[in-house]
């Protein structure tokens, strides 16, 4: 008998400190859980990205079956509302949109029809902001700013 509640003590210790280790690990590894296509879309591809800082990243993705781009701005380590940015532009044709706002893992989806055209596109997390310019779109060469305000 002795043996018995020996055995079950020691099964019942190595659960709890199995399930105490698991609940204290997940929050601990928390990272970000989303994606650029869960956020625009499972359609949309990544064609460029752009990081903001150690901050983060902001994504550029396109859906070759619409012809639409799709930008969004993801945090590495998501937490407290912070202030967040996604933008996209189509110089050409003055499409132009954008999403601003506190947010605790993302900024977008922001979306313009994109196919045939250069775009600019950029984000921002806190205060560092990322623009690019003149992005995918053959010969031309891109243009790319990070500062902080």
């Known amino acids: 008998m ?20 698991t609940a204290l690990a997940s929050p601990a590894s928390a990272a970000p859980n989303t994606t650029p296509q869960k956020v625009c879309g499972s359609a949309y591809k990544t064609v460029n990205s752009a990081a903001v800082g150690s901050l983060g990243t902001v994504y550029l993705t396109y859906n070759s079956a619409n012809g639409k781009n799709c930008v969004t701005t993801i945090r590495n380590n998501p937490g407290t509302a912070v202030d967040m940015s996604a933008w996209i532009s189509v110089p050409d044709t003055d499409e132009y949109d954008e999403d601003a706002g506190r947010f605790t893992s993302f900024a977008g989806p922001t979306y313009v029809y994109g196919k ?17 310019f003149g992005s995918n779109c053959g010969a031309l060469k891109e243009h790319r700013v990070t500062f902080t305000r």
């Open 116 to 132: 045939g055209h250069c775009v600019d596109w950029g984000g921002s997390i806190n205060n560092v902001y990322v623009q690019v």
């Open 2 to 21: 002795r043996f018995t509640r020996s055995v079950l003590a020691a099964s019942a210790l190595a659960a709890l400190t199995v399930g105490t280790t």
